[in-house]
């Protein structure tokens, strides 16, 4: 009787749970963005322009590159990036080799097509065959945190 009332209680107490939460980019929430035909490669453009609800300004957007994003790990938070400034998870930043710091570029997962605005502040990934490294809060918005790693465009924004 004692194992059967043990091993039910294990059975009950490991049920799954959601491990992240969704969350919505603050800064950034697209209104309006006009939507060009579906692109027959990855290195097409799927937008062309967007609209940030938050000041009403419109950015045209060009695609900087297409490749495989991943995410930093939780080891990372409060460590000083190549910029100086310190690493948080739970911000919109990400790690480019050449992209100057500072610099806010549009990330679009090419599988589900949710897109987040982050900024430059390091430098990286050093893994080959990688060229953007985000936090995970961005990772979250992209939807690729339980596979580790996605194929992205990134669009550099410029003021219309």
Do not use: W
């Amino acid at each position: 009787m004692l194992v059967l009332l043990v091993v039910s209680l294990f059975v009950f107490s490991c049920s799954s749970t959601i491990r992240y939460s969704s969350s919505t980019n603050k800064q950034y929430s697209y209104k309006n963005q006009t939507l060009q035909k579906e692109p027959k490669s990855l290195d097409e453009p799927l937008f062309d322009s967007l609209e940030v609800e938050s000041d009403n300004t419109e950015y045209e957007l060009s695609l900087h590159s297409t490749g495989k994003a991943s995410f930093y790990g939780n080891k990372f938070n409060g460590r000083k990036t190549a910029s100086g400034e310190r690493f948080d998870n739970s911000k919109y930043t990400a790690a480019h080799k050449k992209l100057p710091f500072g610099t806010k570029v549009v990330v679009e997962n090419v599988v589900n097509k949710k897109r987040v605005t982050v900024r430059i502040n390091d430098r990286g990934p050093f893994t080959k065959n990688r060229i953007l490294d985000v936090s995970l809060q961005a990772a979250k918005e992209l939807d690729f945190v339980r596979q580790g790693t996605a194929t992205i465009r990134i669009y550099t924004m410029k003021n219309k």
